[in-house]
């Protein structure tokens, strides 16, 4: 049974930075992409950074140049690096792996408070 687990999240000031990681388990197919998207309250859920097997990526423009997105395909992990966080990067983060054949898979969700 696939699994992905989260880690990472937590509360931090604006200007701060967290590392949020996603490890994905339980089966022997391939991983195409892996990403993170977010939900804040009242809103839809949104994608933030997108990873290709090769390493393609895909980064919304809200943050852009604050965000990182890597992987570790030896490990099955994803790893989204935050920086100069702002008060509305407030949300639970969602992590989301492609298999390949599908289907794709979510994670619990890990909460990021920014506090101003």
């Known amino acids: 049974q696939v699994q992905l687990v989260e880690s990472g999240g937590g509360l931090v000031q604006a200007g701060g930075s967290l590392r949020l990681s996603c490890a994905a388990s339980?089966?022997?197919?391939?991983?195409?992409?892996m990403g993170w998207y977010r939900q804040a309250p009242g809103k839809q859920r949104e994608l933030v950074a997108t990873?290709?097997?090769?390493?393609?990526?895909v980064i919304a423009e809200s943050v852009k140049g604050r965000f990182t997105i890597s992987r570790d395909n030896a490990k099955n992990t994803v790893y989204l690096q935050m920086n100069s966080l702002k008060p509305e990067d407030t949300a639970v983060y969602y992590c989301?792996?492609?298999?390949?054949?599908?289907?794709?898979?979510w994670g619990q969700g890990t909460q990021v408070t920014v506090s101003s």
């Open positions: 989301k792996a492609v298999y390949r054949p599908g289907p794709n898979y």
């Open positions: 339980g089966s022997s197919r391939s991983i195409n992409d």
């Open positions: 990873i290709g097997s090769r390493g393609t990526t």
